[in-house]
């Protein structure tokens, strides 16, 4: 399950006053293909199906009435890039990065 950081505040004028939006859960199913150059890098990719987020009218009574009024389909570009340290006393210790 997907729980968006949704902190929106009320909208600015011309709005009506308390007229806010609020992003609805989702789940989807995901995984990762992994690619290992050699023993201490590897890339992962994720892969999945896209996010399904409702968008709804929330805050004063006629925007709240509203209901839902928009959907938005998200799916995480992602490349993440790990480097391990090797076998170190039984441990294998991993740094990793990515750009989203």
Known sequence: METPADS???LTAP???DTRVELGKASALTGFVNYCLNDQLSFS???GLCVKHKI???GN???AGLGKFSD???MPVTV???YSTGDIGGL??????GLN
């Open 8 to 10: 929106s505040s009320s």
């Open 15 to 17: 709005a009506l006053p």
């Open 45 to 47: 990719i994720p892969l």
């Open 56 to 58: 709804s009218g929330a």
């Open 61 to 63: 009574l006629l925007i």
């Open 72 to 74: 938005v389909k998200v």
């Open 80 to 82: 993440l890039a790990q």
């Open 92 to 97: 294998r210790l991993f740094v990793g990065s």
